[in-house]
Every structure is written in structure tokens, then in C-alpha cells.
Antibody, heavy 118, light 107 residues
Framework: QVQLQESGPGLVKPSETLSLTCAVSGYSISSGYYWGWIRQPPGKGLEWIGSIYHSGSTYYNPSLKSRVTISVDTSKNQFSLKLSSVTAADTAVYYC???????????WGQGTLVTVSS | EIVMTQSPATLSVSPGERATLSCRASQSVSSNLAWYQQKPGQAPRLLIY???TRATGIPARFSGSGSGTEFTLTISSLQSEDFAVYYCQQYNNWLFTFGPGTKVDIK
């Protein structure tokens, strides 16, 4: 059974960098699939942030691309998100998920709320 | 960017009734369309992919149809556990976008 678990600070100050990690169990990241981040502001809809392959190739949402870095650590079977220069608009539940080319997100983490506030 | 719209925003349905949800894409996404169900405090759950293929473990009362720009999710007989928000998502290219959601609540 594939499981994903997000972790990281729940509170980040404005202008700082948000950093989250997604630990994957039940499947080896090195075996394939893409891995992605999606966020959901409180009471609002879903926004794709970006995705990464185990080789390190990445795809980012153009609206966030200048501030986003997604990386993968196959030795720890996890991948990470960094979002720089955050503002209150970046307050959201952040989800990590798995996907394959030509397929949607099939496994999701439970999500973690990140609040941007001083 | 492909913009996804959903209608209605809210659908009030009695248990046992049929629910029909619509999703429209601003340009063709072929059959690269998924539906998710989300309950409060939970992550989205994949219901349908390829516009009409049920994901593993999804009951047969959920069905999807459409291609191109117009898509429909039908829940044939609503059960109590089906009251939730439903999102469509296109994955036709590497700029994935979601619709704003349809909330299905109890009439």
C-alpha cells in the first residue's frame, strides 16, 4: 500500500521560505512515477504547484515557477518542496501526491496546513 | 492555461436520488480528465480517470462521460457517504488545472 506523509513547519513568516518534505512508503521512488505538490487555501480549490521524476526532471506551475523548487532524495525515498518569498496568499493545506504520465494523481498524502503570518 | 469550470456550484440532492455534475474545459483535453471526491479535512480521492474509467475500489454508482471540452460525473443513487465536494482536473499537458468544485449536499 502506497502511503505519502507530508512534514514541515506549520507556521512561516512572510518573506521567508516554506519547506516541506513528503515521505513515501510502500513504493520506491526510484522505480518510477512522478511525484507532485498541490495546495488548497482554506475554503478554496486545488492548485497544482509542480512535479518531479526520480531522475530529477521537474515541471512547475508557471504562476509559481520563479519561487518554487522541488527536489527528490531517492536514498531517503522522499521529495521536497521549497517556496520562497511567501506571503499570506501562500497560506494553504499542502498535499503531496503520486502521478504517472497521462494519468492523474492516484495516491495523496493527508495534507499539512501551512500558515504564513508574523 | 486550460481553465476548468464546474456547474452547479452546489447541488442539493436527497439520498437515493441521481446526481449529475458538469465540468467544462476552455479547450480540448481529449479524455485526459479526472474526477475527485473530497470530504472535510481529507485529501481528495480519485474517482474517475480517462473521463470514464473508475479508479480502483470506486463503486459502480459513480460514472463519468464526455471528451474534448464537456464532461459529466453521474452518481446514480446517492448514499450518505457521497455528500462531499467534487473536483474535475485536466491532465492533458504539464500545467494541470482543477475546476472550482461542486458541493453535493443533502436536500
Amino acid at each position: 500500500q502506497v502511503q505519502l506523509q507530508e512534514s514541515g513547519p506549520g507556521l512561516v513568516k512572510p518573506s521567508e521560505t516554506l519547506s516541506l518534505t513528503c515521505a513515501v512508503s510502500g513504493y520506491s521512488i526510484s522505480s518510477g512515477y512522478y511525484w507532485g505538490w498541490i495546495r488548497q487555501p482554506p475554503g478554496k480549490g486545488l492548485e497544482w504547484i509542480g512535479s518531479i521524476y526520480h531522475s530529477g526532471s521537474t515541471y512547475y506551475n508557471p504562476s509559481l515557477k520563479s519561487r518554487v523548487t522541488i527536489s527528490v532524495d531517492t536514498s531517503k525515498n522522499q521529495f521536497s518542496l521549497k517556496l520562497s518569498s511567501v506571503t499570506a496568499a501562500d497560506t494553504a493545506v499542502y498535499y503531496c501526491a503520486r502521478l504517472w504520465i497521462g494519468k492523474p494523481f492516484d495516491y495523496w498524502g493527508q495534507g499539512t496546513l501551512v500558515t504564513v503570518s508574523s | 492555461e486550460i481553465v476548468m469550470t464546474q456547474s452547479p456550484a452546489t447541488l442539493s440532492v436527497s439520498p437515493g436520488e441521481r446526481a449529475t455534475l458538469s465540468c467544462r474545459a476552455s479547450q480540448s483535453v481529449s479524455s485526459n480528465l479526472a474526477w475527485y471526491q473530497q470530504k472535510p479535512g481529507q485529501a481528495p480521492r480519485l474517482l474517475i480517470y480517462g473521463a470514464s474509467t473508475r479508479a480502483t475500489g470506486i463503486p459502480a454508482r459513480f460514472s463519468g462521460s464526455g471528451s474534448g471540452t464537456e464532461f459529466t460525473l453521474t452518481i446514480s443513487s446517492l448514499q450518505s457517504e457521497d455528500f462531499a465536494v467534487y473536483y474535475c482536473q485536466q491532465y492533458n499537458n504539464w500545467l494541470f488545472t482543477f475546476g472550482p468544485g461542486t458541493k453535493v449536499d443533502i436536500k
